[in-house]
């Protein structure tokens, strides 16, 4: 009798905790079913990227001095500057500039500290290729401007959560040249600024 009550009790306490685990489950599910659909419909929809993405590099060969600096800042020395020194105008001559993108970790030190301003960050992010060898651009493909997600008539741009209007949780939805949430840093430092009444204010202190 005694074996018979400690197995319904022992199955009891099983349901009760199998009943907790499917609740818990379940409370995980209908807290999703209330929240805003995060899927994008890729290739047809596409994130816009931030501001300051550091997309695929892009080269100004005109504007190149062959310096290497980019080399130097570099922390696994990716740059490769192909020169030749004219030792009648003791300046460099730049004949090849290549990047591997596929070693390439898109820190952007070379953009940083590049004097000319020859290099600069893009928004392309769509390098895949069967093949890895594609991936080392020379100069001529770094000079290639990229599409943007904006301007490609067969793709619906979507911002994303972080630079949605406040309020808004939609991104289908927005109207085209919608203000993200927050200032842009021109009208952060138009705020810094003193205005008139405290530039007099501070110039009848000083006198």
Avoid: W
């Avoid at 659909?37 to 080269?59: A, D, M």
Wanted: glycine share 4%; with cysteine.
């Amino acid at each position: 009798m005694l074996k018979f009550l400690k197995q319904v009790g022992d199955y009891a306490k099983e349901t009760a905790q199998a009943a907790r685990y499917i609740g818990q489950g379940l409370s995980v599910t209908f807290d999703h079913m209330q929240r805003r659909p995060v899927t994008v419909q890729y290739p047809y929809e596409k994130l816009i990227p931030s501001e300051r993405y550091r997309g695929r590099i892009h080269f100004e060969f005109d504007k190149c001095i062959s310096c290497e600096v980019c080399v130097r800042v570099c922390p696994i020395n990716l740059p490769v500057v192909d020169y030749e020194f004219d030792k009648a105008s003791k300046k460099k001559n730049l004949k090849h500039y290549s990047i591997d993108f596929g070693v390439c970790i898109f820190c952007a030190n070379c953009i940083e500290y590049c004097p000319t301003n020859c290099l600069s960050a893009t928004e392309e992010y769509e390098m895949s290729t069967y093949d890895r060898h594609e991936l080392n651009y020379d100069n001529v493909a770094m000079g290639r401007l990229p599409y943007k997600v904006t301007q490609d008539p067969m793709v619906t741009p979507l911002r994303e959560l972080a630079y949605l209007p406040k309020g808004v949780t939609d991104p289908h939805d927005l109207p085209p040249g919608s203000r993200r949430a927050g200032l842009r840093p021109e009208e952060i430092v138009e705020q810094m600024e003193p205005t008139e009444a405290e530039k007099e204010e501070e110039t009848a202190k000083n006198a």
